[in-house]
Protein backbone atom coordinates (compact mmCIF):
# COMPACT_ATOMS: atom_id res chain seq x y z
CA UNK A 1 0.00 0.00 0.00
CA UNK A 2 1.45 3.57 -0.35
CA UNK A 3 2.77 5.42 2.60
CA UNK A 4 0.31 8.24 3.45
CA UNK A 5 1.68 11.59 5.19
CA UNK A 6 -0.24 14.94 6.25
CA UNK A 7 0.65 17.76 4.80
CA UNK A 8 1.94 19.39 7.90
CA UNK A 9 4.53 17.01 8.44
CA UNK A 10 5.14 16.29 4.74
CA UNK A 11 8.26 19.73 4.39
CA UNK A 12 9.93 17.73 7.64
CA UNK A 13 10.36 14.88 5.92
CA UNK A 14 10.43 15.54 2.07
CA UNK A 15 13.89 14.90 1.93
CA UNK A 16 13.44 11.16 3.12
CA UNK A 17 10.53 10.59 1.37
CA UNK A 18 11.23 11.95 -1.83
CA UNK A 19 14.36 9.73 -1.67
CA UNK A 20 12.61 6.57 -0.75
CA UNK A 21 10.41 7.30 -4.34
CA UNK A 22 13.11 7.90 -6.06
CA UNK A 23 15.25 5.24 -4.94
CA UNK A 24 13.06 2.39 -3.27
CA UNK A 25 10.47 3.30 -5.71
CA UNK A 26 7.29 3.81 -3.05
CA UNK A 27 4.66 5.58 -3.76
CA UNK A 28 3.42 8.35 -1.38
CA UNK A 29 -0.06 10.58 -0.44
CA UNK A 30 -0.06 13.90 0.74
CA UNK A 31 -2.95 14.02 3.07
CA UNK A 32 -4.77 17.37 4.28
CA UNK A 33 -7.23 16.99 7.00
CA UNK A 34 -8.22 13.61 6.14
CA UNK A 35 -8.28 13.99 2.07
CA UNK A 36 -5.26 13.36 -0.41
CA UNK A 37 -3.97 16.45 -2.08
CA UNK A 38 -0.97 14.89 -4.21
CA UNK A 39 0.97 11.82 -5.14
CA UNK A 40 4.32 10.99 -5.19
CA UNK A 41 5.46 8.86 -7.85
CA UNK A 42 8.88 7.72 -8.91
CA UNK A 43 9.86 9.15 -13.29
CA UNK A 44 10.04 5.37 -13.88
CA UNK A 45 6.80 4.31 -12.66
CA UNK A 46 4.99 7.46 -14.43
CA UNK A 47 6.80 6.09 -17.82
CA UNK A 48 5.91 2.73 -17.24
CA UNK A 49 1.68 3.65 -17.21
CA UNK A 50 1.87 3.40 -20.88
CA UNK A 51 3.65 0.49 -21.25
CA UNK A 52 1.54 -0.77 -18.74
CA UNK A 53 -1.96 -0.28 -19.97
CA UNK A 54 -2.88 -3.43 -20.30
CA UNK A 55 -1.36 -5.21 -17.69
CA UNK A 56 -3.79 -5.90 -14.93
CA UNK A 57 -1.39 -5.28 -11.73
CA UNK A 58 -0.97 -1.29 -12.38
CA UNK A 59 -4.33 -1.16 -12.92
CA UNK A 60 -5.13 -3.21 -9.45
CA UNK A 61 -2.28 -0.67 -8.30
CA UNK A 62 -4.34 2.60 -9.03
CA UNK A 63 -7.54 0.90 -7.62
CA UNK A 64 -5.40 -0.27 -4.51
CA UNK A 65 -4.29 3.56 -4.22
CA UNK A 66 -7.75 4.80 -4.61
CA UNK A 67 -8.87 2.11 -2.04
CA UNK A 68 -5.96 3.79 0.61
CA UNK A 69 -6.84 7.20 0.20
CA UNK A 70 -10.33 7.02 0.44
CA UNK A 71 -10.15 4.79 3.55
CA UNK A 72 -8.17 7.44 4.71
CA UNK A 73 -10.37 9.76 4.50
CA UNK A 74 -13.17 8.51 6.03
CA UNK A 75 -10.81 7.30 9.64
CA UNK A 76 -9.99 11.49 9.58
CA UNK A 77 -14.17 12.37 8.80
CA UNK A 78 -13.05 14.01 5.53
CA UNK A 79 -15.02 13.59 1.93
CA UNK A 80 -14.48 10.70 0.68
CA UNK A 81 -14.48 10.23 -3.38
CA UNK A 82 -16.69 7.48 -4.97
CA UNK A 83 -15.54 4.31 -5.47
CA UNK A 84 -14.30 3.80 -9.06
CA UNK A 85 -15.04 0.55 -10.50
CA UNK A 86 -11.80 -1.51 -11.97
CA UNK A 87 -12.04 -1.30 -15.94
CA UNK A 88 -11.84 -3.69 -17.72
CA UNK A 89 -8.80 -5.23 -19.42
CA UNK A 90 -8.88 -5.01 -23.68
CA UNK A 91 -10.80 -7.56 -24.66
CA UNK A 92 -10.04 -9.15 -28.41
CA UNK A 93 -12.65 -9.79 -30.82
CA UNK A 94 -12.33 -13.85 -31.57
CA UNK A 95 -14.57 -13.03 -34.91
CA UNK A 96 -11.09 -11.27 -35.47
CA UNK A 97 -8.85 -14.21 -34.75
CA UNK A 98 -11.01 -16.08 -36.81
CA UNK A 99 -13.14 -17.78 -34.32
CA UNK A 100 -16.34 -18.14 -35.13
CA UNK A 101 -18.07 -21.66 -34.72
CA UNK A 102 -21.95 -20.08 -34.86
CA UNK A 103 -20.73 -19.50 -38.70
CA UNK A 104 -18.68 -22.64 -38.89
CA UNK A 105 -15.76 -20.70 -38.95
CA UNK A 106 -12.62 -21.77 -36.81
CA UNK A 107 -9.52 -20.85 -38.35
CA UNK A 108 -9.01 -18.96 -40.61
CA UNK A 109 -5.87 -17.13 -43.19
CA UNK A 110 -7.27 -13.86 -42.00
CA UNK A 111 -7.85 -14.17 -38.61
CA UNK A 112 -3.97 -15.86 -38.42
CA UNK A 113 -3.10 -12.78 -39.82
CA UNK A 114 -4.61 -10.62 -37.61
CA UNK A 115 -2.74 -12.72 -34.61
CA UNK A 116 0.70 -11.76 -36.12
CA UNK A 117 -0.56 -7.86 -36.80
CA UNK A 118 -1.85 -7.92 -33.16
CA UNK A 119 1.65 -9.70 -31.80
CA UNK A 120 3.62 -6.70 -33.17
CA UNK A 121 1.28 -3.83 -31.88
CA UNK A 122 1.59 -5.30 -28.32
CA UNK A 123 5.18 -5.46 -28.89
CA UNK A 124 5.64 -9.26 -29.10
CA UNK A 125 6.59 -9.57 -32.68
CA UNK A 126 7.26 -12.79 -34.47
CA UNK A 127 8.39 -13.24 -37.52
CA UNK A 128 9.26 -17.59 -37.67
CA UNK A 129 5.69 -18.61 -39.92
CA UNK A 130 5.81 -21.56 -38.12
CA UNK A 131 6.03 -20.05 -35.00
CA UNK A 132 3.04 -17.89 -35.95
CA UNK A 133 1.04 -20.88 -37.06
CA UNK A 134 1.70 -22.47 -33.81
CA UNK A 135 0.72 -19.98 -31.42
CA UNK A 136 -2.21 -19.59 -33.38
CA UNK A 137 -3.22 -22.88 -33.23
CA UNK A 138 -3.03 -22.35 -29.09
CA UNK A 139 -5.28 -19.20 -29.36
CA UNK A 140 -7.38 -21.06 -31.45
CA UNK A 141 -7.75 -23.68 -28.59
CA UNK A 142 -7.90 -20.65 -25.65
CA UNK A 143 -11.25 -18.99 -27.86
CA UNK A 144 -12.80 -23.07 -27.71
CA UNK A 145 -11.82 -22.74 -23.78
CA UNK A 146 -12.05 -19.17 -22.87
CA UNK A 147 -15.66 -16.94 -23.04
CA UNK A 148 -13.63 -13.87 -23.01
CA UNK A 149 -10.18 -13.44 -24.78
CA UNK A 150 -7.80 -10.25 -23.52
CA UNK A 151 -4.53 -8.52 -25.45
CA UNK A 152 -2.84 -9.76 -22.30
CA UNK A 153 -3.83 -13.82 -22.88
CA UNK A 154 -2.15 -13.43 -26.33
CA UNK A 155 1.19 -12.15 -24.96
CA UNK A 156 1.59 -14.63 -22.85
CA UNK A 157 0.22 -17.73 -25.44
CA UNK A 158 3.21 -16.24 -27.78
CA UNK A 159 5.63 -15.79 -24.73
CA UNK A 160 5.18 -19.38 -23.63
CA UNK A 161 5.16 -20.80 -27.49
CA UNK A 162 7.94 -18.39 -28.19
CA UNK A 163 10.41 -19.81 -24.83
CA UNK A 164 10.28 -23.66 -25.85
CA UNK A 165 10.61 -22.92 -29.56
CA UNK A 166 14.45 -24.21 -30.64
CA UNK A 167 17.38 -22.01 -30.55
CA UNK A 168 15.65 -19.94 -28.66
CA UNK A 169 17.41 -17.87 -24.69
CA UNK A 170 15.57 -19.94 -21.99
CA UNK A 171 17.24 -19.20 -18.36
CA UNK A 172 18.42 -22.20 -16.00
CA UNK A 173 19.79 -21.50 -13.08
CA UNK A 174 20.65 -18.27 -11.45
CA UNK A 175 22.39 -17.52 -8.06
CA UNK A 176 22.61 -14.06 -6.57
CA UNK A 177 24.31 -11.88 -3.56
CA UNK A 178 24.00 -9.01 -2.49
CA UNK A 179 25.61 -7.44 0.69
CA UNK A 180 24.88 -3.75 1.75
CA UNK A 181 27.71 -1.59 0.29
CA UNK A 182 29.39 -3.97 -1.77
CA UNK A 183 28.69 -4.69 -5.74
CA UNK A 184 25.72 -7.78 -6.41
CA UNK A 185 27.21 -10.97 -7.61
CA UNK A 186 24.81 -12.89 -10.17
CA UNK A 187 25.84 -16.08 -11.68
CA UNK A 188 23.70 -16.80 -14.71
CA UNK A 189 22.86 -19.96 -16.37
CA UNK A 190 21.17 -20.29 -19.70
CA UNK A 191 20.24 -22.38 -22.65
CA UNK A 192 21.30 -20.55 -25.68
CA UNK A 193 20.13 -22.69 -28.47
CA UNK A 194 23.37 -24.41 -28.75
CA UNK A 195 23.74 -25.92 -25.57
CA UNK A 196 23.93 -24.17 -21.69
CA UNK A 197 26.31 -21.76 -20.59
CA UNK A 198 27.39 -20.02 -17.18
CA UNK A 199 28.56 -16.26 -16.47
CA UNK A 200 29.19 -14.56 -13.76
CA UNK A 201 28.98 -10.36 -13.36
CA UNK A 202 29.00 -7.63 -10.65
CA UNK A 203 26.58 -5.31 -10.84
CA UNK A 204 24.65 -2.41 -8.66
CA UNK A 205 21.96 -5.07 -7.66
CA UNK A 206 21.26 -8.29 -8.35
CA UNK A 207 19.11 -7.38 -11.29
CA UNK A 208 21.71 -4.86 -12.81
CA UNK A 209 24.30 -8.01 -12.05
CA UNK A 210 22.20 -10.46 -13.63
CA UNK A 211 21.34 -8.25 -16.67
CA UNK A 212 24.91 -7.91 -17.17
CA UNK A 213 25.93 -11.78 -17.27
CA UNK A 214 22.91 -12.04 -19.95
CA UNK A 215 24.28 -9.55 -21.93
CA UNK A 216 28.22 -11.05 -22.30
CA UNK A 217 26.52 -14.73 -22.86
CA UNK A 218 24.35 -13.46 -25.53
CA UNK A 219 26.46 -10.72 -27.02
CA UNK A 220 23.47 -8.43 -27.07
CA UNK A 221 23.26 -5.03 -24.93
CA UNK A 222 19.67 -3.55 -25.55
CA UNK A 223 18.58 -0.57 -23.80
CA UNK A 224 16.28 -1.73 -20.61
CA UNK A 225 13.52 1.42 -21.69
CA UNK A 226 11.20 0.68 -18.65
CA UNK A 227 10.62 -1.74 -15.53
CA UNK A 228 8.15 -2.38 -13.45
CA UNK A 229 8.01 -5.42 -10.47
CA UNK A 230 4.60 -5.54 -8.36
CA UNK A 231 3.12 -8.38 -6.37
CA UNK A 232 0.68 -10.59 -8.05
CA UNK A 233 -0.68 -12.28 -4.78
CA UNK A 234 -0.67 -11.29 -0.99
CA UNK A 235 1.19 -12.29 1.60
CA UNK A 236 5.05 -12.53 2.75
CA UNK A 237 4.90 -15.74 0.00
CA UNK A 238 3.22 -13.49 -3.06
CA UNK A 239 4.17 -14.17 -6.52
CA UNK A 240 5.90 -10.85 -7.90
CA UNK A 241 5.35 -10.18 -11.84
CA UNK A 242 7.49 -8.06 -13.85
CA UNK A 243 7.73 -6.60 -16.98
CA UNK A 244 10.22 -5.32 -18.85
CA UNK A 245 10.69 -3.09 -22.00
CA UNK A 246 13.99 -3.47 -23.96
CA UNK A 247 15.08 -1.58 -27.13
CA UNK A 248 17.62 -2.87 -29.50
CA UNK A 249 18.70 -1.40 -32.91
CA UNK A 250 15.39 0.47 -32.81
CA UNK A 251 13.21 -2.12 -31.75
CA UNK A 252 11.08 -2.45 -29.11
CA UNK A 253 10.02 -5.44 -27.67
CA UNK A 254 7.90 -6.48 -23.92
CA UNK A 255 8.29 -9.15 -21.97
CA UNK A 256 6.50 -10.18 -18.66
CA UNK A 257 7.64 -12.95 -15.71
CA UNK A 258 6.37 -14.28 -12.78
CA UNK A 259 8.14 -16.16 -9.62
CA UNK A 260 7.83 -16.15 -6.15
CA UNK A 261 11.16 -14.58 -6.07
CA UNK A 262 11.39 -11.02 -7.25
CA UNK A 263 14.32 -10.86 -8.59
CA UNK A 264 13.54 -14.52 -10.79
CA UNK A 265 10.55 -12.87 -11.78
CA UNK A 266 12.40 -9.62 -13.64
CA UNK A 267 15.10 -12.13 -14.97
CA UNK A 268 12.94 -14.23 -17.24
CA UNK A 269 10.56 -11.32 -18.10
CA UNK A 270 14.26 -9.69 -19.52
CA UNK A 271 14.88 -13.02 -21.29
CA UNK A 272 11.50 -13.28 -22.80
CA UNK A 273 11.66 -9.87 -24.02
CA UNK A 274 15.15 -10.66 -25.15
CA UNK A 275 13.65 -13.63 -27.24
CA UNK A 276 10.99 -11.27 -28.94
CA UNK A 277 13.84 -8.92 -29.77
CA UNK A 278 15.96 -11.79 -31.23
CA UNK A 279 12.57 -13.30 -33.20
CA UNK A 280 12.11 -9.85 -34.37
CA UNK A 281 15.65 -10.02 -36.25
CA UNK A 282 14.84 -13.38 -37.84
CA UNK A 283 14.14 -12.45 -41.74
CA UNK A 284 10.41 -12.75 -42.50
Known sequence: MPRTVELEEFAGQARDLISAVAEEGESVVVIRHGAPVAVLVSHAAYQSQAVLADLPRWEEWVHELRASTAATAATAGGAVAPEMRLSDPPEIDKSLLGFDPASGVVGSDDGREFLASELTRLDVPVRDSGLVSEIYAAVLQLCEDKEHVYERDLRVVAQETLAEAPLRLRLLAVTVTSTTGLPATAEVTMELGHGPA???????????????????????????QNMSLVSATKGSDAMAEAVVELVLEGRRAIGAGASTNAIEAGIHAYVNALNFLMEARTPA
Open 198 to 224: MRREHGDGPLDAAFKAIQRLTQLEPEV
